[in-house]
C-alpha cells in the first residue's frame, strides 16, 4: 500500500488502503490507514490541459485564472484544491 503512495501513485494508495480498511479488525491499524487516505485527499490535484485549436479559454470552477497555468509539454499544468470543482 505505502509503495504506491511513496512512488506518488495516489489514485492506487487510494484503492488499496480502502481495500485494506475493510479486511482490516486492529483498531490502531484501522486508524492508521484512515489518517493516511484523509492525508491523501487533502493533497493538491495537478491536472494537464490541452485545446484544439490552441489557446483555449479554460475555466476552473466557472473562473478565469491563466496565471495560474504552468506551461507543461504541449499544453498547461494546474493545482487545484481538494474537493470537488469544474473544468471547462
Not at 490507514?33 to 470552477?61: H, K, N, W, Y
Amino acid at each position: 500500500m505505502r509503495c504506491f503512495e511513496n512512488l506518488g501513485n495516489f489514485p492506487r494508495a487510494l484503492t488499496a488502503y480502502r481495500e485494506a480498511l475493510v479486511g482490516t479488525t486492529d483498531p490502531s491499524e484501522r486508524a492508521d490507514i484512515q489518517r493516511r487516505i484523509e492525508a491523501i485527499l487533502r493533497r493538491p490535484v495537478r491536472i494537464f490541459v490541452t485545446s484544439d485549436p490552441p489557446g483555449a479559454t479554460v475555466l476552473v470552477d466557472a473562473r478565469e485564472e491563466p496565471e495560474a497555468a504552468i506551461p507543461c509539454a504541449g499544453g498547461a499544468c494546474r493545482f487545484l484544491d481538494p474537493g470537488r470543482g469544474g473544468v471547462m
